[in-house]
């Protein structure tokens, strides 16, 4: 990341964990001062990454999950790659500016997704380059979300997956009830809109934007659960994040299988854990008839909400999520399934 952006949080109050998230407030006190307030925070733990060259709309067509055609310098989408098995090695948002491709990706995926991506290059005229040294990266969330863009970027648009952009902003609307907006930038300009953002906003954890992706049902995966879950098990194709239309890529082949033949076996559900031994990225859950050797999902994204109460996005067998009963298979939890924004019902086209 941007070591002058870095120093600048530091100075602003900030800590910084091994993820590269930043901390500004207590344990628990974004859930319960935040939910209503207008918010900014770092999302420094999201690296940039960008194809350019003359190949780079044909070649990213031929590994990402979805149509790369339909992004334009005004429109965005979620993606993944998969490895040959048709299991993601990342997901991620695709956007497109100044005829560049860029991914907003997991730190820890970055290395990982590179190398595999380099496999196809070839003689393709591409270059992949992670430039978060370059971009910085500031979400924006609550109701008054425009109202506060609106002096740094002229006509906002508010549609979901859209991007607004002038000389010194890209502002991407991203899925929520409540307007959320992913902001790239200059170290300047952040810096800039930071500053006056946050004397008119609450300041959050880097974190609380997990919890924001959870209740609005996005899975980022990471290095754990990476090369875990076919697309749909994590509902990408349900939040924009696939194409069966599009053609070949690496893993389409099961990816289309599943989706046109195969019947849907998993899903990611949202869920309430209350234990007192704190979960992990990746845990696996059980319900009250497994063996020892069985497990019927696992945890991809966690917020703790307050003490020994957590919120969550897990893969979990369809018939084990509706029939509930659910627990960690590693200590006692109390688990409840909870609605997300969207439909589970399978669609095939």
Not at 211 to 225: A, C, K, R, V
Not at 322 to 332: H, N, T
Request: hydrophobic fraction near 35%.
């Amino acid at each position: 990341m941007n070591n002058d952006w870095k120093n600048f949080l530091h100075k602003s109050g900030a800590n910084q964990d091994e993820s590269g998230r930043f901390t500004f407030n207590p344990p628990y006190s974004d859930y319960t001062n935040a939910t209503d307030s207008d918010c900014i925070c770092d999302l420094s733990y999201f690296s940039t990454v960008v194809f350019a060259g003359g190949d780079a709309n044909e070649f990213i067509q031929g590994q990402f999950t979805n149509d790369v055609n339909k992004v334009d310098e005004s429109s965005s989408q979620l993606s993944g790659i998969c490895n040959n098995k048709g299991r993601m090695i990342a997901n991620y948002r695709l956007f497109q500016h100044q005829s560049n491709y860029f991914i907003s990706i997991r730190n820890d995926l970055v290395e990982r997704s590179i190398k595999h991506l380099q496999n196809y290059v070839l003689r393709a005229e591409v270059a992949i380059q992670d430039i978060s040294e370059q971009l910085i990266h500031i979400g924006i969330s609550g109701k008054n979300a425009e109202t506060l863009l609106a002096p740094y970027i002229d006509n906002l648009d508010s549609t979901v997956d859209s991007v607004s952009f002038n000389d010194n902003y890209i502002a991407i609307r991203v899925a929520g009830s409540t307007p959320r907006y992913e902001i790239f930038c200059s170290f300047e300009h952040a810096v800039k809109l930071w500053q006056e953002l946050a004397a008119n906003t609450k300041v959050v954890n880097s974190e609380y934007w997990d919890y924001l992706n959870i209740i609005n049902g996005l899975p980022f995966i990471d290095s754990i659960t990476s090369e875990e879950f076919v697309p749909q098990m994590a509902n990408m194709e349900l939040i924009n994040g696939v194409s069966f239309e599009k053609g070949c890529y690496t893993g389409q082949e099961i990816v289309a299988r599943t989706h046109f033949l195969g019947k849907q076996k998993r899903r990611t559900y949202r869920i309430s854990i209350a234990t007192k031994t704190e979960p992990k990225i990746g845990e696996q859950l059980a319900t009250e008839t497994s063996t020892e050797n069985q497990y019927t999902g696992t945890i991809v994204t966690l917020y703790p909400v307050a003490e020994n109460k957590y919120e969550a996005l897990a893969v979990i067998q369809i018939k084990s999520a509706e029939e509930g009963k659910l627990k960690l298979k590693a200590s006692d939890a109390e688990i409840n399934v909870v609605e997300l924004p969207y439909s589970l019902a399978e669609s095939h086209t």
